[in-house]
């Protein structure tokens, strides 16, 4: 997988001191949903990228077997194309050392491929060796056609506009009711 990404906004500093006047639970609340749609806006351009196994003809060389597994697998969960259906986010709280990552103040998304539903993405993403229905290497090898890395490099602008977007509608959500509530208690108290 390609590495990170990373976004800059103008004017940090007036942002920065509204932003800090609220609790941290909502600046993380603010800061986790624009990642998270900046995430989706880059998994959406990579699927556009993910080739289709019907259209590159690869059905017509499955055996009769492999056809009616596939066929059954469609039928039972619905997947006509496993490697885009495959695509999906995980919050840095789903990672692997998500209470670590929380604790050093790390907000992320990472977008992969379930490798329970597509354990060959890897391999059409950057080429492998060619075993042509056969335990033995054929000597030749297959190409990838680099579809994640082109989805991501298609998506950059995308993706950092979103989350432009995301982080300022939110903040302003946030910060008129954080001080509706603070006006509520005042005039209660």
Not at 14 to 43: C, E, M
Not at 77 to 96: E, F, I, R, V
Not at 166 to 187: C, G, P
Request: a positive charge; proline letters at 3%.
């Amino acid at each position: 997988m390609p590495g990170t990404m990373s976004f800059r906004v103008k004017n940090v500093e007036a942002i920065q001191d509204g932003f800090l006047t609220l609790p941290d639970r909502i600046q993380r609340a603010v800061l986790r949903r624009a990642v998270a749609a900046s995430g989706r806006t880059i998994r959406k351009h990579i699927k556009k990228n993910t080739p289709k196994s019907r259209k590159t003809k690869t059905r017509e060389l499955w055996s009769a077997k492999t056809a009616k597994t596939r066929a059954s697998n469609e039928a039972r969960h619905g997947k006509k194309n496993p490697l885009a259906d495959s695509l999906k986010l995980k919050p840095s709280s789903k990672w692997a050392g998500g209470s670590a990552a929380a604790k050093a103040g790390i907000i992320g998304t990472v977008v992969g491929h379930d490798k329970s539903m597509a354990r060959h993405a890897h391999l059409v993403n950057t080429g492998h060796r060619g075993f042509f229905w056969s335990k033995d290497w054929s000597g030749k090898y297959v190409s990838g056609n680099q579809y994640f890395n082109k989805g991501v490099k298609a998506s950059k602008e995308a993706a950092s506009e979103k989350f432009k977007e995301n982080t300022k509608m939110r903040f302003e959500k946030e910060v008129t009711k954080h001080f509706k509530r603070l006006v509520e208690a005042v005039v209660d108290g």
